[in-house]
RNA sequence: GGCCCCGUGGCGCAACUGAAUAGCGCAUCAGAUUUCGGCUCUGAGGGUUACAGGUUUGAAUCCUGUCGGGGUCACCA
């Protein structure tokens, strides 16, 4: 990079001179308005060294220029001073590449990171909601991998729970016996119906109740059916045979459901958990905890956390008869997974922002506990996505189902490529292909490019745009290069042989070298939407250099080679760039 | 009510974590192809960054308060 170089030239001009010695050098990149390539930034100087801002970084750019082989000029503007670099500098870093297509990844794996995400009630299909949560769980993984770690991606499935035995109930009672064979429905959906049907009969009976004389609050827990439920959740923990072989039965019709889902959204997961497993995990560390002192006992027999010197509450971490909450699981689930895979330094957890609280207090807990590991724990927290009409509550029907998002936005994107495609050759199936890329990647890009702690409004009926910042727009400038690779005959990524660069070539070199850093901040941040940002940057960036420079009518021979490299360069960074958002690019569209 | 998050042109999003005249897309208007894919590009209009104070050489960004939106305060998960 450009700072690294002239960082230390920099604090060794000010030592010269000033006879001091800085900490820090303060970069960003020039803006557009402003002859240069770099920027430092005078005013935090001004602590350390008296005097004009604009004298001092005149006396620093003279410096620079002097004493750095790839400035060549400066100019000041205020107390900002930008320098040239030189196109050779440029030109140089390119060379160096030996091939974009692993460009700015780190290959040497450093410490291990496990991801969780998704995480569903195996009641119910998936829905938009699960969508955002798996894009950037999947996405986020595929970004801390690429910044050099090694990464196992996992989810924890509550398969067990009054939600199950909800569409159990329902299912034994109206079901008539019917399978996914016998109805042709995915089990998943079919599972869900009956927990639809549950809530419907629910309802009709606390009517009933509440006609009888009942109060609201007493027909709610009175109702049978809910009784019924409950009922089959204790057979259930008492093992009861046929409760059980029932509820597998039903659970893997959603798993395979799922599966379906998953594989059409691109996502997979090297390992996963199941509550009815590690439901009981946590009983015994929390036992420990209460030797050690961290969780106190109350007189009916729960056992607590205190957390009021935090300035949380106290907080439940075993109740009265024994049995675990979602905390106490959550404890011991950690702790398992740590033990599955020691090298693992920490965890992300792809929960959204409602969450926000139980976090703070299982990494506390952890931490309190005395594990190391607690402080790299984190809460991928995400906005919920909102209907217009306000939230989206499965049990009134008003949820966005993946399933039929999915094959909308594919359908979508066939109708636009049958207008606009250039497709002569394609068969059917390779069609049906593309539209899925497409219509997958506008659904992917839209989500994953907003930052994810911010909420999401997704109004079905205006549906996704396929153009300007779009996950489409970039994958036509990708298709386009491709075109003209081909166009070229090109083979493989040679050096480039020209000393002076166009502008528009420039700002492209520079934009891909930060591509690097892009990865290393968006792991940090555990941001996909800083790689969407980037991307979409670079595209725009390429876009205006295809309309103002010619590649195949250039001048000389050595600038077509330059444009056709740097046509390749930045293809290999979109897909590679695509590719940690989980989006694939077409050859053609 | 306590605590947490959010508020940026009509709409959807940025702003490298405190710096220059707050960027971009959609929509609106005006242009561009003897040329490699026009799902493209160039330009114009549109803002007191919810509001009021404060810290700072410098605030959309940090602090305090107000207003508005959301979440959470379960022996549910």
Not at 207 to 227: D, H, M, R, T
Request: hydrophobic letters at 40%; a negative charge; aromatic letters at 10%.
């Amino acid at each position: 990079m450009v700072q690294n170089i002239l960082d230390s030239i920099v604090k060794e001009g000010i030592k010269s001179i000033y006879k001091i010695d800085l900490e820090k050098v303060e970069f960003q990149e020039t803006r557009k308005d402003f002859e240069g390539d770099i920027t430092i930034v005078v005013f935090p100087l001004l602590k350390q060294i008296k005097g004009n801002p604009v004298e001092i970084a005149n006396q620093i750019g003279s410096y620079v220029k002097e004493h750095a082989d790839i400035v060549t000029g400066f100019n000041v503007v205020k107390g900002f001073l930008n320098l040239v670099i030189t196109d050779s500098y440029y030109v140089d870093y390119f060379n160096e590449v030996s091939d974009f297509i692993d460009f700015g990844k780190v290959k040497e794996k450093s410490g291990a990171m496990m991801v969780e995400y998704s995480s569903p009630n195996t009641n119910k299909p998936l829905h938009l909601g699960h969508i955002r949560n798996n894009l950037l769980g999947y996405s986020v993984a595929e970004i801390l991998s690429a910044s050099g770690k090694k990464v196992y991606k996992t989810q924890i499935i509550n398969d067990r729970g009054i939600h199950i035995c909800k569409s159990m109930i329902a299912w034994l009672k109206y079901g008539e016996g019917k399978t996914p064979e016998s109805t042709g429905l995915k089990g998943d959906k079919l599972v869900g119906n009956y927990y639809v049907k549950f809530d419907q009969e629910y309802k009709k009976e606390i009517g009933n109740l509440v006609a009888e004389g009942k109060s609201e609050e007493e027909a709610k827990k009175q109702a049978p059916i809910l009784l019924e439920a409950q009922e089959m959740l204790l057979k259930w923990e008492a093992g009861d045979q046929e409760t059980v072989s029932l509820w597998k039965k039903m659970n893997e019709w959603v798993y395979k459901g799922f599966d379906q889902s998953y594989k059409e959204l691109g996502v997979d997961f090297d390992t996963n958990y199941f509550e009815s497993n590690t439901y009981l995990l946590g009983k015994e560390v929390v036992a420990e905890g209460l030797k050690k002192g961290v969780f106190y006992k109350k007189e009916d027999g729960s056992v607590w956390i205190d957390l009021t010197d935090e300035g949380l509450d106290e907080k439940i971490v075993l109740r009265a008869d024994g049995t675990a909450v979602y905390m106490t699981q959550d404890i011991g689930t950690a702790i398992q997974r740590l033990k599955d895979f020691p090298d693992i330094e920490g965890l992300v957890y792809t929960v959204g922002n409602e969450q926000d609280y139980h976090f703070k207090v299982l990494f506390l807990i952890l931490k309190k506990m005395g594990f190391e590991w607690a402080q790299n724990l984190h809460h991928l927290s995400y906005g919920m996505v909102d209907l217009p009409e306000g939230k989206m509550k499965s049990r009134e029907g008003t949820v966005v189902d993946a399933d039929d998002l999915m094959s909308e936005m594919t359908r979508t994107a066939g109708e636009i490529s049958e207008e606009l495609g250039k497709l002569e050759g394609y068969t059917a199936l390779e069609k049906q292909g593309l539209y899925k890329i497409i219509g997958l990647g506008a659904l992917k890009y839209f989500i994953l490019k907003v930052d994810p702690k911010k909420r999401i409004l997704f109004d079905p009926k205006e549906s996704i745009d396929f153009n300007g910042n779009t996950g489409p727009f970039i994958q036509y400038t990708y298709a386009r290069i491709q075109s003209i690779l081909r166009k070229a005959n090109f083979v493989n990524k040679e050096r480039i042989g020209v000393d002076t660069l166009h502008p528009k070539e420039k700002e492209l070199l520079k934009l891909l070298q930060t591509y690097p850093v892009i990865i290393q901040n968006a792991a940090e941040n555990l941001s996909p939407a800083l790689v969407a940002n980037f991307t979409y940057e670079l595209v725009k960036s390429y876009n205006s250099f295809y309309q103002s420079v010619p590649i195949f009518g250039a001048a000389k021979e050595a600038d077509k080679v330059l444009r056709v490299q740097l046509s390749y360069a930045v293809s290999c960074v979109i897909k590679s760039s695509f590719k940690l958002l989980g989006i694939e690019v077409p050859e053609r569209m």
